[in-house]
């Protein structure tokens, strides 16, 4: 399996432009998560969703953010309109949900968001 | 509240040393999950491993071993006979959901420098 991929790698847009980032899990993961890395905050957690339904999204920052997963080899994370303090890391992650057990997450290679 | 301390921010030691990277966690649920991650430079982030709360056991693998001591929250991580190819930012993360094994609170990372 390729892992989890994202796209763009690198992201530079300009304050108020949307920026759109994409994430495609592993096939057969059930759960996808969004993180976002700041050196101020770390890892942190966004949202996630189980089977493509979005499961829980406090950690979302602002209304300005929105994702999606319009089936289960595609999620969005959407930032609309975009603000220079949303530079960061954006990492999209999978797991299996396997009833029993918490298991491990799969993340991609991030998307590097510059907003200037 | 559920937390993930790790307490050593940055460490460098010189090839061949042995290096122990610190986790201290704090959660009310009687199951939870713990697990390591690395960043290499590169920026992605790999998984290491995942220990669930009823196995104490100790675990080795290869040159990593980790350290599981329920009596202190603890979940250390010893890396013996350092090489270079070990530098990076180390994760701790803590899940405390069954069946959301990605849903995870992590430290704030250890960024170990390892120098020939």
């Known amino acids: 399996d390729a892992g989890v991929i994202q796209s763009p790698r690198h992201e530079v847009t300009e304050m108020g432009q949307e920026v759109t980032l994409r994430c495609k899990p592993i096939s057969g993961h059930d759960y996808l998560f969004w993180y976002r890395q700041t050196m101020m905050r770390g890892l942190e957690l966004l949202i996630y969703?189980?089977?493509?339904?979005?499961?829980?999204d406090s950690g979302m920052p602002e209304d300005r953010f929105s994702a999606k997963m319009p089936n289960a080899s595609f999620s969005t994370l959407k930032i609309q309109p975009s603000e220079p303090r949303d530079s960061a890391v954006y990492f999209c992650?999978?797991?299996?949900?396997?009833?029993?057990?918490?298991?491990?997450?799969?993340f991609g290679q991030g998307t590097r968001l510059t907003v200037v | 509240a559920q937390k993930v301390t790790q307490a050593q921010t940055e460490i460098s030691v010189v090839e061949k040393e042995d290096v122990t990277l610190d986790c201290v966690y704090e959660t009310r649920d009687t199951t939870y999950y713990l697990f390591w991650y690395k960043q290499p430079p590169s920026g992605e982030l790999v998984f290491l491993i995942r220990r669930n709360s009823f196995d104490e056991q100790n675990e080795i693998s290869g040159r990593y071993s980790w350290n599981f001591q329920k009596s202190t929250s603890s979940f250390n991580f010893t890396i013996t006979a350092s090489q270079v190819v070990d530098s990076a930012v180390y994760f701790c993360?803590?899940?405390?959901?069954?069946?959301?094994?990605?849903?995870?609170?992590f430290g704030q990372g250890t960024e170990l420098s390892v120098k020939p």
């Open positions: 969703f189980n089977n493509n339904v979005p499961i829980d």
């Open positions: 993360a803590l899940s405390e959901v069954y069946n959301q094994g990605g849903k995870l609170i």
């Open positions: 992650a999978s797991s299996r949900g396997s009833g029993s057990e918490n298991t491990e997450a799969f």
